[in-house]
Structures are given as structure tokens and as C-alpha cells.
């Protein structure tokens, strides 16, 4: 094995690692409303933070700027203005020393937390995607959550934790997966004929070994194998689409976006506070 074919190899495992069976990379870098970069970002902090929280969603200093239907309808122009010259009557005070450029920024950047925000609004009901979890969907068989359920797949506790619904959804429904690194699943028969199949936890040139769904672990010298045979079918199946109903599944994203992040996961256009913006 060359270096460079090692580096791949280590590069693609981490690229897989924590993925429940799809390869979510590309899309997650599309759809997260990545904002790190955004030049705002730096004067926002400095600036609004402190009152208005560094995801804009409000403290016990101020309301939220991001999940406020009312901030939404300000026009950029409106939004510069309330920054620059502040709001006579609240807490609001006027930054008049940020230059035109620092105040559009910080206005572009408020209106990025504003999609990101959008993105992460569960699209149908937590309660009824628990029971598809555990139910119909049959998740629970494999993957875990807070604790409970199977453990040949990830754990999704945190999964919905910073994806946008848009993310979950299409690693729920859409059949084209990769097997993530560590999910790879085999058939081995034993020099009795004794056939096991599961889940491949360790491997190397001499030996294997394998979990079963009962999560009994099984090692075998490859010297005593009559066959070895890796299983292309992956574990998570590829007819969610059609197993399931549209909101079944939107039912299902918003669980796992509510499990993920409980004190974030928007719950509509309302600020948490239930306070006007300034």
C-alpha cells in the first residue's frame, strides 16, 4: 500500500464516520448556511452578541433578531437605520460609529442566521416521528437515541443537531447509499457450515470479526473459513420513500431535529421570548 493510498483511505474513513449509511458530506457543506466565513460575522459578535445572543435568537438582555416574524418584514434599509441610529424607548442604543460598510455587514449577516434559522424549522410533528422511529420506520431496530434502541447502526441522538430538515430528509429518502466506514456488513461460513452474518467491527488480514443483531460479537481465523462474503446491501433500507408517507417522514426529520437540539430547534417565526425585536 502506497502513502497516498493510505492517506485516502484515512481521509475517506473520517469523511464517513457518524453518517447513518449515507455519504451527506457535499450536501451537509450546501445546506448548513455556513456563516463562519461571512465578513460580518466578527462586528456582529462584537457589537450584538452580547445582548441579541451569537445565534441572534435572543437573551435575558434582548429578544431574538433571527425567529422574529417582525424583524423578518424589515427591509435591509430599515434594519441599517435601527443599527446605526438605535431605538428611542428601548433598549436598543445607536452605534453611530460603525461605518457604512461594518453596519451592511452586519445586516447581511443577520440575514443569514435568518435562513439558517428557516432551514432548521421542523417541517411536521416530533411526537408522530418518535412513533414512526420506533414503529413503522422500524429505526429503532438499529440505531439508538438517548440511550435506547439497536446499536448496529449510529447513534442519531445528536444527528439533527445542526443539519437543516432539507439534509435529514434526503438521508432518510433517498435509496442511493454509501455504507458508512465501520457498517460494512458480512457473511462468513464457519468449516462446520455454520453461516453468520452481521456487522464488521474488526478485520485485518488473518482474522475477522462480526456483530450479530442479538449483539453477540463472533471471531473467526480466515483460515477457518469455507467462504467470506461482504454484503453490498446496506443496512438501512432504501425504500423509505415508498414505506413511508411524505409526512410520516417529515414527521421523523422533526424528532430527530428535536432530539438533537431540544433548546434550538426552532419551533416557529415567534421569538423564544415571546418579546418584540427592537
Not at 448496529?152 to 433517498?174: C, E, V
Not at 414505506?243 to 426552532?266: C, F, H, W
Amino acid at each position: 500500500m502506497t502513502l497516498r493510498t493510505s492517506i485516502l483511505g484515512w481521509v475517506t474513513m473520517l469523511l464517513l464516520s457518524g453518517a447513518p449509511g449515507l455519504l451527506m458530506q457535499a450536501q451537509d457543506s450546501e445546506d448548513d448556511f455556513k456563516t463562519d466565513s461571512l465578513p460580518g460575522k466578527r462586528t456582529f459578535n462584537s457589537v450584538c452578541a452580547a445582548c441579541h445572543g451569537l445565534d441572534g435568537r435572543g437573551s435575558d438582555k434582548a429578544p431574538g433578531i433571527v425567529g422574529n416574524a417582525r424583524v423578518r418584514r424589515l427591509s435591509n434599509a430599515e434594519l441599517s437605520q435601527i443599527v446605526s441610529q438605535g431605538k428611542p424607548g428601548t433598549g436598543m442604543p445607536a452605534f453611530r460609529s460603525l461605518s457604512v460598510a461594518e453596519v451592511r455587514s452586519i445586516v447581511n449577516y443577520v440575514r443569514a442566521l435568518q435562513g439558517s434559522f428557516e432551514a432548521r424549522i421542523p417541517p411536521g410533528d416530533p411526537a408522530q416521528g418518535k412513533k414512526v422511529f420506533v414503529g413503522k420506520g422500524e429505526c429503532s431496530t438499529c440505531h439508538a437515541v438517548e440511550g435506547e434502541g439497536g446499536f448496529l447502526g449510529p447513534d442519531l441522538t445528536a444527528y439533527g443537531s445542526n443539519r437543516p430538515a432539507k439534509t435529514i430528509r434526503s438521508a432518510i429518502a433517498n435509496p442511493l447509499r454509501v455504507v458508512a466506514y465501520g457498517y460494512r456488513s458480512a457473511a462468513v461460513t464457519s468449516s462446520d457450515g455454520t453461516r453468520v452474518e452481521g456487522v464488521v467491527r474488526n478485520e485485518d488480514n488473518f482474522s475477522i470479526q462480526l456483530q450479530t443483531a442479538d449483539g453477540a460479537f463472533h471471531f473467526f481465523p480466515k483460515s477457518d473459513l469455507q467462504r467470506l462474503e461482504y454484503l453490498e446491501q446496506p443496512l438501512m433500507p432504501t425504500n423509505y420513500g415508498e414505506r413511508l408517507t411524505s409526512q410520516e417522514i417529515d414527521d421523523l426529520v422533526s424528532y430527530l431535529m428535536a432530539v438533537g437540539s431540544p433548546n434550538k430547534v426552532a419551533r416557529g417565526s415567534a421569538d423564544k421570548h415571546g418579546k418584540e425585536a427592537p
